[in-house]
């Protein structure tokens, strides 16, 4: 697939899946996500949040950053992001891998569960630091390589990518699975690209950047680490004094 394609398909996936989400969904996945995104990193801050689907995110960093801007592949994405934040932001419809900004722009930038999705996760890595001031921050929020749990939803999705996205759809709506758990079930099984990245090689591609550090929010303790593993992690990182050639 070319990434005409992946980001058509992608695109289509998640403007559906947004469509689906109540205001209370939002406010739900909103709430869960402020946990993660700390509030020194965007409070008077010129912000970017890079695949900002229904605008979570966007709207957390809004209520305390001194410029939001977001963008996404999704024309649904943007609209329920304009509807979902309230404050001033600039929405712009463009893909990761050519940003519309000039080089240095910002001094935050998040970009949760994205670069994993398109077909060139170290060209959408580039543009990110490309934009990103130095000194800046970058937020990461990636799929990782370890924990039962990755292993489960890799078989699932193989099997279950047969059966049309309709179909499982509204088995899933008879079943009493609310939009939010919808959301998540067939974000896995359908999107395109899935990449997962160990925490080697993602530190081995983000080279510019110093002050590593890798998180997770998923619950503590042994057998939670055997289940959950780094299915799912977060890693910051500033980027070097040095201007960005
Ligand atoms: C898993 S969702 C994450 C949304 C948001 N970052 C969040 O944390 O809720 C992925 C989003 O990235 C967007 N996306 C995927 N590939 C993209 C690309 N190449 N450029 C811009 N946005 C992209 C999708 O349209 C979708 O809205």
Not at 35 to 62: N, V
Not at 164 to 186: D, S, T, W
């Amino acid at each position: 697939m070319n990434t005409e394609k992946v980001e058509k398909r992608t695109a289509d996936l998640y403007d559906d899946l947004w469509n689906d989400l109540t205001k209370k969904d939002f406010l739900k996945y909103k709430l869960r996500l402020r946990k993660t995104i700390p509030e020194s990193g965007y409070t008077g801050k010129i912000c970017l949040d890079a695949g900002c689907g229904q605008g979570a995110i966007t709207s957390i960093m809004s209520e305390k950053a001194k410029e939001v801007y977001s963008v996404d592949i999704g024309k649904k994405a943007l609209e329920s992001a304009r509807k979902n934040v309230k404050k001033r932001v600039i929405f712009k419809k463009s893909s990761l891998l050519n940003l519309p900004f000039p080089d240095n722009k910002f001094e935050f930038v998040v970009s949760n569960g994205v670069i994993h999705h398109t077909d060139n996760p170290a060209k959408a890595l580039n543009e990110l630091k490309r934009v990103l001031m130095p000194e800046g921050t970058l937020l990461l929020g990636l799929y990782g390589k370890t924990g039962i749990l990755r292993y489960v939803i890799e078989i699932t999705s193989i099997l279950l990518k047969w059966v049309p996205y309709r179909i499982i759809k509204k088995i899933l709506v008879i079943l009493g699975f609310n939009p939010l758990m919808r959301y998540y079930i067939l974000d896995y099984i359908y999107v395109p690209v899935r990449k997962r990245f160990s925490i080697k090689k993602i530190k081995s591609m983000m080279d510019g950047f110093s002050d590593l550090r890798v998180t997770s929010d998923y619950p503590k303790g042994r057998l939670n680490r055997i289940i959950y593993g780094t299915n799912y992690f977060y890693i910051t990182a500033r980027k070097h004094k040095k201007v960005y050639k």
